[in-house]
């Protein structure tokens, strides 16, 4: 429970199915500096919002200390990524080794049968295969199986989206009528660990380290300007760039090795294929023969139409029927069947 309404609705719906239930809030960071901001979860106030929400549900409330955890799967492969040349996705990572790996763990240990959270999705079993599935939420403006894609069949299996069916308008609804303390809150937008979007500073305060200014270049190699830092730069940024061009330029990719961002025109941000690995399928066991599927390859974008090919068992290649934009290294490549998610992989 994060202090928000939609765990808290989530566990008045599993209440009133008759389980009990314990209410859980992750300690995953020292989320109360001054610096912190106010549109994050996981301070002292989220804290004390969801254990007023279970004193008014009448359920235990505890609370787990992760940061560790979260420190070294999360917010270290977040600034590896960047140092890197690529564009993470913490709140995936944030799933895939906290909520539905380390959580999961505590739970069974504790005895409980399943691990329950706010995220707007759902979790069907296939008697046929087997297999359980992970599906797009019925309010797709709020639909999240983009970065639940990770998780196996075992998490599936112990893990339960009570709000799958429900739009968020109804979630509000249901949280006022009961009394809720957070029925009006705000949802947090920004990175939780990074609360004002600042992730360049959050890096170099986290690391100590700074990172050297160099050279903006066209793709002829031509130097348009200098940059402030090879973290500071995204695949289709356009803004920030602090340059006077005549015409707008993009962020196109990063030179690591000399230090160089390069920028090109909007329309050398298109392309049709990516690659991708660390791939985790769900509805199938393998990818035999290729696939037509629809894929993301960002958490906001519409899926589009595309064939996926098994390059090995962890790796794919992904074409698109139509070029698309700015797909950038670090970020995941979803693939649907319909409601399904087929599964997803990390883009190279």
Known sequence: MSGGVDSSVAAYLMKARGYDCTGVTLRLYDADAPDSGEKTCCSLDDVEDARSVCRRLEIPFIVCNFKESFEKTVIRRFISAYENGSTPNPCIDCNRFIKFEKLL????????????????ASVDYDPDTGRYLLKKAR??????????????QRQLAETVFPLGGMTKEE??????QLGFINARKHDSQD??????????????????KTYPCGDFVDESGRVLGEHKGIIRYTIGQRKGLGLALPH???????????NKVILCDNAALFS???LANDLNLISVDAITEPLRVSARVRYN???????????????IRVVFDEPQRAISKGQAVVLYRGDEVLGGATIL
């Open 272 to 274: 049709r294929e990516l």
């Open 171 to 176: 979630t509000r609804a249901l949280a006022q």
């Open 105 to 120: 763990r505590r739970a069974e240990e504790l005895g409980f049968d399943c691990v329950v959270t706010g995220h707007y």
């Open 248 to 258: 707008p330029m993009y962020v196109k990719e990063k030179d690591l090795a000399e």
């Open 139 to 152: 309010d797709r403006t709020k639909d999240q199986s983009y970065v639940l894609y990770s998780l196996t």
């Open 191 to 208: 990175i939780c660990f990074v609360p004002d979007g600042d992730y360049a500073r959050f890096i170099e305060t986290h690391t100590g």
């Open 301 to 315: 974008q519409q899926e589009q139409p595309a064939t996926v090919y098994a390059v090995d068992g962890d790796t």
